[in-house]
């Protein structure tokens, strides 16, 4: 009976034991579209410009007594990659100093971040990293999450080129002719996409882009060397650049058929492209 009385003496003294502290920690990251928004499913796909707002909560932080009320003191980090590892943006720094009560027993502290998506950003899965500090605990935890952007995908090249030139009917249609064929007195509007340009320090670059128009005899019947210039030097690296270009036909514009000599001029790399496109007028 003694022995009896003994193991239920050492068992009771172990449940009375205070709960071990938890570790600092992140939990609940979420994204959303707009601050403190619903999250969104974990395979939602943002688009290339668009905000980003992204949301967690720190636990396991130390309290230390001031006053009569507890101080609590955390520094973060928050940086954004794509799917290559390239920032998306300076990362950002933040801290949160604040005293909290009795009554905030099970108060966590909320971390709040909201980003852009490069308008020029790739497809694929991007990655953000939070890093938080305890300063008064000295403890560091790090915590990443995924979110996914559904781009343009325009094809590298190691050489300066002209990519997915189409023929439009409006200025803003997104589907292309499938025949390029206009009437007398209608705009002409095309978009193409720009890469293989050199990108010099802190990611600039600098081209230009002109254009001849040929009849189909090749008389010229228009010409602007110098239609369209792009130099910028942003944080986020454009690996390619849309183009646009229009025409405007006359009302008595002979029939026939017409070409577009688009020349692409990277000054940073020195390097040319020039590329021949039809249309005709019926």
Not at 167 to 175: A, C, Q, S, V
């Amino acid at each position: 009976m003694r022995l009896l009385a003994a193991v239920l003496l050492a068992a009771g003294l172990a449940s009375s034991a205070a709960p071990a502290e938890k570790k600092l920690a992140i939990i609940r990251g979420q994204f959303a579209q707009s601050e403190d928004g619903p999250p969104v499913p974990s395979d939602y796909q943002f688009l290339p410009g668009e905000a980003v707002y992204f949301s967690c909560l720190t636990e396991g932080y130390k309290k230390v007594q001031k006053d009569d009320k507890m101080q609590v003191y955390l520094t973060y980090q928050v940086e954004v990659q794509d799917s290559r590892g390239v920032l998306l943006q300076t990362p950002q720094d933040g801290k949160l100093l604040t005293t909290v009560s009795a009554e905030d027993k099970d108060w966590l502290p909320k971390i709040r971040e909201m980003l852009a998506v490069p308008p020029l950003a790739d497809s694929g899965e991007y990655q953000l990293i939070v890093k938080v500090k305890d300063e008064l605990a000295a403890a560091t935890v790090e915590s990443r999450a995924r979110f996914f952007v559904k781009g343009r995908d325009v094809a590298p090249s190691d050489t300066l080129v002209v990519r997915s030139f189409r023929f439009l009917r409006g200025e803003n249609d997104e589907k292309p002719l499938q025949v390029a064929a206009y009437r007398p007195g209608d705009m002409v509007w095309a978009r193409f996409d720009m890469t293989g340009y050199k990108l010099a320090e802190h990611n600039q670059f600098d081209i230009e882009y002109g254009l001849t128009v040929l009849s189909a005899d090749g008389s010229v019947q228009y010409s602007e060397p110098q239609a369209a210039t792009s130099k910028e030097q942003p944080f986020y690296p454009q690996r390619y650049q849309p183009g646009v270009l229009s025409l405007n036909l006359a009302k008595d514009q002979p029939l026939g058929e017409y070409t577009i000599v688009l020349t692409v001029r990277d000054n940073l790399g020195q390097q040319s492209y020039e590329t021949r496109q039809k249309f005709s007028v019926e």
